[in-house]
T-cell receptor
Framework: DTGVSQDPRHKITKRGQNVTFRCDPI?????LYWYRQTLGQGPEFLTY????????KSRLLSDRFSAERPKGSFSTLEIQRTEQGDSAMYLC?????????????FGQGTRLTVV | LAKTTQPISMDSYEGQEVNITCSHN???????ITWYQQFPSQGPRFIIQ???TKVTNEVASLFIPADRKSSTLSLPRVSLSDTAVYYC???????????????FGRGTQLTVWP
């Protein structure tokens, strides 16, 4: 395990469809984050987990968005009834809280296009 | 939430030293300063983190004055591959990685020319 893995890398969907993204963090990392990034902007925080507990959610995370991290390992982000405004890069990051280094490691992202 | 202010863009030539300054006037006592680098279609990558004075690693140096209201990321002898967006973030180190509470902003687009 050399890094954070996200699947799929690209997703094109029709408006109104549901999509689900998966993130596999670095194995020993206990914290997992989801971010969204649109063109020309920095990543915007969506939510994060400490182990399996979802500790914080941004107001950007509408009712159509849901994230899970069962057993504190991989995480999924589901978007229901997608809208064109959901088109963005969805980034996952993980970190080890309590370790000496607090840097977060990002995956390569899932680029969602809603048509 | 301590927001930051950075230049939108900077240009440099290969082999030059590049200094990117970030303002964070509302930085709190427990906040650390962290810089990330991002290439197109990739996630951000950690560069360096510091609390005060100077920090150096194999990639960059970070200069933080005594009042900690600003910081400067220094990239020695840049190459074409250093062309990227650089983000300055501040946050509470004592809570572990609090990336969820950190504001990325738009970052600084550094372009290195041959």
């Amino acid at each position: 395990d050399t890094g954070v893995s996200q699947d799929p890398r690209h997703k094109i969907t029709k408006r109104g469809q549901n999509v689900t993204f998966r993130c596999d963090p670095i194995s020993e990392h206990n914290r997992l984050y989801w971010y969204r990034q649109t063109l020309g902007q920095g990543p915007e925080f969506l939510t994060y987990f400490q182990n399996e507990a979802q500790l914080e959610k941004s107001r950007l995370l509408s009712d159509r968005f849901s994230a899970e991290r069962p057993k504190g390992s991989f995480s999924t982000l589901e978007i229901q009834r997608t809208e064109q405004g959901d088109s963005a890069m969805y980034l996952c990051a993980s970190s080890l809280v309590g370790g000496r280094n607090t840097e977060a490691f990002f995956g390569q992202g899932t680029r969602l296009t809603v048509v | 939430l301590a927001k930051t202010t950075q230049p939108i863009s900077m240009d440099s030539y290969e082999g030059q030293e590049v200094n990117i300054t970030c303002s964070h006037n509302n930085i709190a006592t427990n906040d650390y300063i962290t810089w990330y680098q991002q290439f197109p279609s990739q996630g951000p990558r950690f560069i360096i983190q510091g609390y005060k004075t100077k920090v150096t690693n194999e990639v960059a140096s970070l200069f933080i004055p005594a009042d900690r209201k600003s910081s400067t990321l220094s990239l020695p002898r840049v190459s074409l591959s250093d062309t990227a967006v650089y983000y300055c973030l501040v946050g509470d180190h004592d809570r572990g990685s609090t990336l969820g509470r950190l504001y990325f902003g738009r970052g600084t687009q550094l372009t290195v020319w041959p």
